[in-house]
Structures are given as C-alpha cells and as structure tokens.
C-alpha cells in the first residue's frame, strides 16, 4: 500500500473548505483503500479514518505517491 | 453563590466518536429524542445528576456550513461561559483529527472538559496518553472512558462534579482576542460568524494543525504506524467488492425483509387479538350509548391502528441499529451511492428508503441525516410511494380476490413483489423528477465516512430502537388517534332517525339477493354521514370501477391505509375479520342487479394501482408539513399522489374493461 500526499486541489472555493472539515488540503498524506471502478468512488484513509470520495471530486485532487 | 454552577453539559464531537454511547452512559432512558436513524440528527436531551445533557449533532469542523452542522454551531455559540459546560468527546483513535476540532472549540473560551473516548481500542493498539501533559497543555480536564462498557465512568463523574469550570487554554484565538474575566471579546465567534476568505481559513486551520501536531507529540505515544484499520481494509475487499458486495448487500436486504416480516407476525397476531377482546369487553361491560362506541369503535380502533405497526417498525429499527453499529450500513451507502445518483439521491439515502418500506413517518423523520436539501426533499416526496406496512393487508386482499390461493401455484407472492417493485420504481422516479425541478439549492460534494468494524453494542441499539419506535407511537399515533375519532363520528352519525334506519333496513334487507343477510351495522353506516360522502364521490370514482361502497372505505383509509380492510367487513355486514370470509363476500358482490362480479379484474387491478400511489395517510402529510416547515410541500404532494393514483387507478380500469 502506498502513501500519497495532496499537492494542489482544483476546483472552487467551496469545494475547498468543504475538504478542509475533513482534513484533506494540500500537504494531507492519504492512502488510497480498495475502490473497485463500479462504484465511482474512492476510498481514502487519512490518519485512521477512512472516507469515501466520489471519483469526480476526487479527480479535483493532485497528488503524487511519497513511498 | 458560585457563578460557575453548572446547569448544563452539552457534548460535541466529531460523527462517531461515540457521543451517542456516552450520552446513553450517562442519562440512561432518561432523555427526550429526536433522534433518528443511528446518528444524532437533532438536539437530544437528557439528565445527569439533575443537570442537563445536550447532545450535539456530531461535526467534523467549525468551519462547515452542512444543515446539521450549523445546529451544533449554533448551540456552541449561544452558549456562555456560566453555567454550561462543553462536555468534548473525542475518539481516541483519531486523536489528531479530534484535537484539531477541540482546539476551535476551545476557542469559544466556554468550561471545558476533554472526554477521550475508545480506552479500550487504545490500549489495544498499544496508543498510550499522558493525560497529565495533556491536562496542562489544554488547560482543562482530560478524561479517558470506554463508552461501550462504562469503564472510566466513575472519573468522569468526578471530573464532572469537581472540575467542570475550567476555561481551556485558547490554541489560536490568543492572537486576536482579550479575555476580560467574564465577557468574551472574541474575535473567533466574530469570525465563525461572517464570511471568511479561503486563505483566511486555511492559515487558521494550519496553525491549528500545528498546534495539534505539538501536543501530541508531547502527550501521545504510538499514534503513527498502527495496525488499526488493516482488518477492516481487509474485509472491505470482499463487502465493496463489485459482484461480492453486491451479492452479500442483496442476500442482507432479503435477510432483513424476511426477518421484518416473519418475526413481526406473531406480535401483531397477539396485538389485534387483545385489541380484539378489548373492543368486546368494552361492549359487554359498558351500557350502550355513544360513549361506548366511541370508546370501541373510535379509540381503542385507533390505538389499535398505531400498535399494530409496532413490531415491524421496532424490528426493522433493530435490523438497521445492528447493520450501523457493526460498520456495514456505510458499505451499503457505498454499493448504492452510484445507482441512487441517477435520480438525485446518494448513498446517503439509504436509510431512510430502506425505512420506509415499515413506514414513511420514521423515513421523512429521517431525512435529517441528508445534508443536500435537494435530496432531502427528493426523498420525502419520494418516500411515501414506497411499499409500507399499512399497504400490505389491503393487497393481501386484493390479491386473493384476483389470484384464489389454489388456482395459480406461487401467483400471489410474484404479485406481491411485483407491487414492491412498482413501489421501489414509482418512488425512484418521483426522486429524480422532483431533484430536476425543483429549486431548492443543491450541494455538489459528498463524502462518506466509512467506520471500523466492530462487535455491536446491544444497549446502543436498543436504546436507539426503543426511542425511535416511541417518537414514531407518538408522531404517528396522535394524528391516526385524532382521524379515527373524526371518521368514527361520520360513520356513528346520520341525518336520520333510529326508526328511520330500521325501516331502511328492512327495506334493504327485502331487495337483497336471498343468500345475503343485511346488517343493520351496514344500512346504518350507509345511511351516516360517512356513507354520505361515499355517495358523494360515486361520481368521481365511478370511471375507476368503484361504487359508493368502496367510497366509504376510501375515505375511512386516510386514517391509516389498512381501515380499508376494516371497513369493508363493516359494509358488507361481515361478522369476522377474517380475511377469507371477507375474500369471498367480496368476490361474490355484483355489479347493482347485473351477474358482472363488481371485484373483478379491472376494479380490483384498479384499487391496488390506487393504493399504491395515494398519500392516503394522515400522519404522513402532517410529519411532511412537520419536517419542511410548511403547508405547500405536504399539500403538493398530497395532491401530485392524488393524481397519479387517480390516472393509473383509470388507465387501469378502462383498459382492463374495455
Ligand atoms: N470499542 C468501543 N466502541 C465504542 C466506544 N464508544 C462508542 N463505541 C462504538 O462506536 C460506534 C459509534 O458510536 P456512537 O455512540 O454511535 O457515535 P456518535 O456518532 O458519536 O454518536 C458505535 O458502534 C459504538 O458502539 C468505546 O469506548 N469503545
């Protein structure tokens, strides 16, 4: 399982503040959790919770692997 | 007098920290719900030492502006620094995340005491805190528990007792505010309240994260590189699995359909038998007269209306109570959340349709949860179409009308799921219409916070079922109470006199058919006001193949659907409920003096499309009035249902009788 940290997050302002409440924001380390393609979601853990993301909004975030 | 006294403990913390069990801990079956569907979505209180418990909707941040949220923010900054005290439970597990909420609330500056929850998964996991460092680096008590099994209970009590008053040391706020003994010249309320810019918000919430990041690592050890989520990541490869998640979630759905309505039958057996021997004690105890049968007919029907629901609603709130706590609920929103999408909902929806397939009542009430008011108010529009209890003894009849028990082998239960299935897709359409038209705003994120498995906890869901089955009796029950007494005056009253209705009788009795006996019970309700307005609507219903007869018993039904069933016996001079004598009464009525059956296919086929799409359920209109906070979504609906059930109920029989 490899790590990830946020790099940057597109989207709108809103859409922002909305992932901060959630601890996502840019410097976050995430992993990436099983997320098969059916669903159009993605899971993430972050610390030791792990949230669900739809893929559109997940697309809004870049990252890059750190391990 | 002290005027740090404290009068009330409120509790904030994030979704599943476990609020709702240490609420439970602490007030016992001592507080007043609101609560819905597993999670805190309204303001509960309850008593803990003769003070007042408030438990909080759970929220991730000050910062966000989701419906539950606000209430929680809200309540936070109404409350002033005497006499309340901010009981913060935070999960042990996710301490960082916790700590970074704490630390905004602590700069409310309100007395604080700082409740880690989860001693036990702590100690498991090896995570060890040092609550003396941390004591001294908040500026407040700190106290660990086990919400689960009361361990550190006694502390807590202590705490409470001793140490309540302590104002936490302010993490961010000490750059702008002053602190002037009592008055809070706050500058974060202040922010909290007006509209802050992105990077405002950011800097803020780093700083906090920092601040956090400092704490913990004086006070914490073994927080990083646990083990903890492992298993769970394991057994989600098999729940979220695309062909083996869904086939597990399926065979779960039927498990709990089978497992509601199984269990439930004994219950409601024993429940119409003493409300039975009730109705007759009554009437050999007590003199004749109207008070009698107002007694009878008018309350102990509509208590018995509203009981009878009782085991599959408290059976099914007992289902999902265990699916939530054992963490699974969560991967069903997840399975769901891409179908549910389609038609304006979300994984998030799930509960509440699932619930209303015992009834729309409890399901409207739990469309708190929904924080997307465009969903929100797609549901409940949607809900009530959806197949509930009180739709099931009248298609049980209408069945055995069409398809006689011995004639087609299986042909009942397939028609049956046929009408769920109508349910299930009638409800889906009127979402997606609803979510495409209406304006109310729309909310374009969504997340889903998938918990841990674990080992349920039976208290917590008892609690949870008892308090929901309760607000249900009470939500449900006055209106349903309030109809049944109204109905039971139209059917008692007449503008004739008692000699007049005996030589109706004997009128009536003279012209029937030689086999049939008419009751006196039956001229009498033809002949009431009720039978009236039956009369009344013969014209409209005429063009759905129903007469005046199954007028009466259309109006009597906006009590709870299933009085259909009731008040038929009643026209058609039936002694039992049983539903076979009256399947066979029904089925030998004809159509005025012709040979035609009048239940035959097209007005029986007519009657269920009827049932299936009328809002003919009182407390349903007033709990949806209740949870939009006006008349026009209630009356809308109410009339929108109205109308499809009329055009299906007529394209049915027109067609069928063609
Ligand atoms: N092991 C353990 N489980 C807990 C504890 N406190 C709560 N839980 C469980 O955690 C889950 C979420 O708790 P709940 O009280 O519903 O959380 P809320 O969302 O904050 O109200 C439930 O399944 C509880 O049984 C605890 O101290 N230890």
């Known amino acids: 399982m490899k790590t990830a940290k946020v790099t940057n997050i597109k989207g709108d302002d809103a859409f922002k503040v909305f992932l901060l409440a959630y601890n996502i924001r840019v410097g976050t380390i995430f992993h990436i959790d099983y997320s098969p393609q059916l669903f159009k979601l993605v899971n993430l853990s972050i610390g030791n919770r792990m949230l669900s993301l739809r893929k559109t909004d997940f697309e809004k975030i870049e990252w890059t692997y750190i391990q | ?658």
Request: glycine residues 6%; hydrophobic residues 45%; proline residues 4%.
């Open chain 2, 1 to 658: 007098m002290d005027i740090y006294t404290m009068s009330e403990l409120v509790l904030v913390g994030q979704p599943n920290a476990g609020k709702t069990s240490l609420f439970n801990q602490l007030t016992g079956l001592n507080q007043k719900v609101g609560n819905y569907a597993g999670v805190t979505v309204q303001v509960k209180t309850g008593q803990f030492q003769k003070k007042k418990v408030t438990d909080l909707p759970g929220l991730y941040s000050l910062d966000t502006n989701s419906p539950e949220e606000v209430i929680s923010k809200n309540y936070l900054l109404d409350l002033s620094p005497s006499g309340n005290t901010v009981l913060f439970v935070a999960n042990g597990m996710q301490l960082e995340e916790s700590l970074v909420l704490f630390s905004q609330v602590a700069d409310l500056q309100l007395p604080s005491i700082f409740v880690i929850n989860f001693k036990d998964e702590m100690q498991r996991n090896q995570l060890q805190v040092d609550e003396r460092s941390l004591q001294q680096r908040l500026g407040c008590p700190v106290v660990s528990v086990n919400s689960n099994n009361g361990d550190g209970f006694d502390d807590l009590r202590r705490v409470i007792d001793k140490w309540s008053t302590h104002i936490p040391k302010a993490i961010n706020l000490s750059a702008h505010a002053e602190v002037k003994g009592m008055e809070v010249d706050n500058y974060y309320r202040e922010r909290l309240q007006a509209n802050v810019s992105l990077k405002e918000l950011e800097t803020d919430y780093s700083s906090r994260v920092k601040a956090v990041e400092g704490i913990v690592r004086e006070s914490v050890q073994g927080l990083s590189g646990t083990k903890y989520l492992s298993k769970t990541k394991q057994w989600d490869h098999i729940l979220l699995h695309p062909v083996w998640g869904v086939l597990i979630f399926l065979f779960i759905l039927f498990l709990v359909f089978q497992a509601v309505f199984s269990l439930s039958s004994y219950p409601m057996d024993w429940i119409d038998a003493t409300m039975g021997f009730l109705v007759e004690w009554v009437n050999n105890t007590l003199p004749e007269g109207w008070f009698r049968s107002l007694l009878a007919d008018g309350i102990i029907a509509g208590i018995g209306g509203v009981i009878i629901f009782i085991p599959q609603i408290a059976i099914l709130f007992l289902l999902l109570g265990i699916l939530e706590h054992t963490g699974y609920l969560a991967r069903i929103s997840f399975i769901s959340d891409v179908f549910l999408k389609r038609f304006g909902l979300s994984g998030h929806s799930v509960i509440p349709l699932m619930t209303s397939w015992a009834c729309a009542i409890p399901a409207i009430m739990s469309t708190r949860i929904i924080t997307n008011p465009r969903e929100r108010l797609a549901l409940i529009f949607a809900s009530p179409l959806m197949t509930c209890s009180a739709r099931l003894p009248v298609y049980t009849i209408l069945i055995a009308i069409l398809f006689p028990a011995d004639a087609y082998f299986g042909a009942q239960g397939f028609a049956l799921l046929l009408l769920y299935l109508l349910g299930v897709v009638a409800t889906l359409v009127v979402a997606w219409l609803v979510s495409k038209n209406t304006q109310e705003e729309e909310q374009n994120y969504w997340i889903l916070e998938l918990p841990i498995f674990r080992m349920p906890n039976w208290r917590n869901i008892i609690y949870s079922m008892y308090l929901k089955t309760k607000s249900f009796v009470v939500e449900a029950g006055k209106v349903i109470l309030f109809i049944s007494i109204v109905l039971w005056f139209l059917a008692s009253y007449s503008p004739h006199n008692e000699a007049r209705l005996q030589e109706l009788h004997t009128q009536e009795q003279a012209t029937a058919p030689a086999n049939i006996e008419v009751s006196q019970e039956s001229v009498n309700l033809e002949y009431s006001y009720l039978g009236y307005a039956g009369k009344a609507i013969e014209p409209v219903i005429r063009p759905l193949g129903y007469d005046w007869k199954i007028g009466i018993a259309l109006i009597s039904s906006f009590a709870a659907r299933e009085v259909f069933v009731g008040t038929l016996a009643t026209i058609y001079s039936i002694e039992s409920e049983e539903e076979m004598s009256i399947v066979q009464r029904l089925q030998s009525e004809r159509v005025g003096n012709t040979e035609r059956p009048r239940y035959d296919w097209a007005t029986s086929i007519s009657l269920l499309l009827f049932y299936v799409f009328a809002l003919q359920c009182m407390s349903t209109v007033a709990i949806v009035k209740k949870e939009t906070g006006t008349w026009k979504y209630a009356i809308i609906q109410f009339v929108f249902m109205l109308v499809l059930a009329y055009v299906f109920a007529f394209g049915a029989y027109q067609l069928l009788s063609f």
